[in-house]
């Protein structure tokens, strides 16, 4: 049996001459509003409000961002514009001297304690802070043999 597989399933259909359903929509919205705009409101002050507006109706229609439709930036914005943000501060560490330390040398190293029992959090935290854990020198490895 043979069967057929639908092809270019991503490319919309073409319905009102060149334009998609979704452009004919945006672009339809965008005139009729600017022709609402022009019956209501003297002609310099819908040109003025109008313009922006269908602009926007051309850009949602037409204007593609990195391959993706403009309807997709204008909802980003929206949903970042109205969900809370966390804003995460960063403190500067400062270069403290301790008693009995010249200035100039840096502090030494502090041990820091094993936090778990499982080995592999203790080396990923090892390497995280840079820890070198049980350094082996070429003389102790001799001196064992």
């Given at each position: 049996?043979?069967?057929?597989?639908?092809?270019?399933?991503?490319?919309?259909?073409?319905i009102?001459?060149?334009?998609?359903?979704?452009?004919?929509?945006?672009?339809?919205?965008?005139v009729?509003?600017?022709?609402?705009l022009?019956?209501?409101?003297p002609?310099?002050l819908?040109?003025?409000?109008?313009?922006?507006?269908?602009?926007f109706?051309?850009a949602l229609?037409?204007?593609k961002?990195?391959?993706?439709?403009?309807?997709?930036?204008?909802?980003?914005?929206?949903k970042y514009?109205?969900?809370?943000?966390l804003?995460?501060w960063?403190k500067?560490?400062?270069?403290?001297?301790?008693?009995?330390?010249?200035?100039?040398?840096?502090?030494?190293?502090v041990?820091?304690?094993?936090?778990s029992?499982s080995?592999?959090?203790?080396l990923?935290?090892?390497?995280?802070?840079?820890?070198?854990?049980n350094?082996?020198?070429p003389?102790d490895?001799?001196s064992?043999?």
């Amino acid at each position: 049996m043979r069967f057929q597989v639908p092809q270019f399933i991503e490319v919309e259909d073409k319905i009102f001459g060149p334009l998609t359903f979704k452009q004919f929509i945006y672009v339809a919205g965008g005139v009729g509003i600017a022709a609402i705009l022009f019956i209501i409101l003297p002609k310099f002050l819908a040109i003025i409000i109008s313009l922006p507006i269908v602009i926007f109706a051309a850009a949602l229609a037409f204007y593609k961002m990195n391959d993706k439709p403009f309807i997709n930036v204008v909802e980003a914005f929206v949903k970042y514009a109205l969900t809370n943000k966390l804003y995460i501060w960063k403190k500067e560490e400062k270069t403290a001297t301790a008693k009995g330390t010249a200035e100039g040398k840096p502090l030494e190293q502090v041990y820091v304690p094993k936090l778990s029992e499982s080995k592999l959090k203790e080396l990923s935290w090892s390497l995280d802070i840079k820890e070198n854990q049980n350094p082996i020198t070429p003389n102790d490895s001799e001196s064992s043999v």
